[in-house]
């Protein structure tokens, strides 16, 4: 709240009004009651898993749930096990070690100046190893993100490759060629409508009135090639760059 973490101002008894704001949850499953340890000792809890879409704050959730049931309810404890596409159990999330902050010097002694208060220094995350190490593990558990994206993605391979460069010195393509026919232009489709062709990643619609946009990516790590061109689809099935992606 202008820019200020709300908790740190609820804490300081600042005024602090929220918002309402809409939350969706799409599932709620494996709800059992048990207990939760907690620093005042242990008391009951309601244990859940939740699927619920960007922006959905828990801790309000849990909140809320108190309201409803008119007893005061807090959340005691929160494990994301996935976001968007991304598990918690997938192959490549890294997992590193946290290592509490260093604690502050004792009192101070008679006549030496009063401690300043400061903020604590919070955890540090760490993968191990040196510099090299750590990059070359934080490089091998990166995904690889052109099939997140919620446009299509072609890999610039075989026909693809010399297209691929030419898009990178801004020049279009015609709808005849190979990426062209491969993108599949709408123009002429039934009700304005139509569907790229089951080889790129998933099917998308878009009605005529609107260029489609789609990612072209470098199948080798050249220096004098970028990494990926975003390019636009026209009505007329012409390939346009629209955003180089550089290394």
């Known amino acids: 709240v202008d820019g200020v973490r709300a908790h740190e101002a609820a804490r300081r008894g600042a005024p602090l009004a929220l918002e309402a704001r809409p939350m969706v949850v799409y599932e709620v499953d494996d709800v059992t009651p048990g207990t939760f340890e907690g620093a005042d000792g242990r ?5 859940g898993r939740l699927l619920v879409r960007k922006g959905t704050y828990i801790r309000s959730l849990a909140a809320l749930v108190g309201e409803q049931v008119g007893v005061p309810c807090h959340l005691g404890a929160l494990n994301r096990t996935a976001c968007g596409v991304t598990r918690g159990d997938h192959p490549k999330l890294l997992r590193p070690t946290g290592s509490p902050p260093p604690e502050e010097s004792g009192e101070a002694g008679q006549g030496d100046p009063a401690p300043t208060k400061r903020k604590p220094r919070g ?3 760490s993968v191990g190893g040196d510099r090299e190490s750590q990059r070359a593990t934080v490089l ?3 995904c690889v993100p052109w099939p997140l994206l919620p ?3 072609v890999l610039a391979t075989g026909p693809f490759e010399a297209e691929f460069e ?3 010195h801004g020049q279009r393509l015609g709808p005849n060629s190979a990426l062209g026919r491969v993108l599949a232009p709408w123009a002429g489709a039934e009700d304005g409508v139509a569907e790229l062709p089951k080889s790129a990643n998933r099917a998308s619609e878009a009605t005529a009135e609107a260029d489609l946009c789609a990612v072209v990516v ?3 790590d050249r220096p004098e090639l970028p990494a990926a061109i975003v390019v636009r689809i026209e009505p007329s099935g012409r390939i346009c760059p629209d955003r180089v992606i550089r290394r």
């Not at 008391?43 to 244990?47: D, F, K, Q, V, Y």
């Open 43 to 47: 008391a009951p809890a309601i244990h």
């Open 123 to 125: 955890w540090r995350l």
């Open 140 to 142: 091998a558990g990166m």
């Open 151 to 153: 446009v299509e993605s």
């Open 166 to 168: 030419r898009l990178g």
């Open 218 to 220: 470098a199948a080798e």
